[in-house]
């Protein structure tokens, strides 16, 4: 009987223990702020817009001070200036895809496409998925979600 309560209570105890750590999910610790701000490489960094010239760090640092961010992604046009419309639609799509197919949809959901641009506005559900976005070879720069103050009628 002691053998037989040892051995039902060794696997109840690993559960308990697996759920308590994550359920055993081999999914990777997000970066805090700081990590993921350091590990960016100048090629990532220079896939953000520039303020005057220089690295907009304000910008840099809002983007990665939530741990999830919504960013409108601009992708790298491999279309030739003479190819249809139709044509770069296809092309267009398939450098989305390329990007798209290095997330698990845990880290990356595309919350609007736009078909005859290259451009696709993307929920990223963590830091590292931000650095790893900027790190994509298909990305030509990444823009801030925000609403823009225009200018009113005669106050030119």
Known sequence: ???????????????????SCGGGDSAEVDFTKSEALAVLSADAVSKVPT??????????????????SAVIAEFVDYSAPNDSLESKKIIYARTKAN????FSVTEYEVLTEYDSLLLS??????????VKLLNQSDIKMIYENKS?????????
């Open 148 to 156: 823009n103050q225009t200018s009113q009628p005669g106050r030119l």
């Open 51 to 68: 303020l005057n010239g220089s690295i907009d760090t304000a910008l840099l640092d809002r983007l990665f001070e939530q741990p999830t």
């Open 121 to 130: 506005f993307i929920q990223l559900k963590s830091r590292r998925a931000l």
């Open 1 to 19: 009987m002691k053998s037989f309560l040892k051995n039902a209570i060794f696997p109840i105890f690993l559960i308990f223990a697996l759920a």
């Open 99 to 102: 990007v798209t197919t290095a």
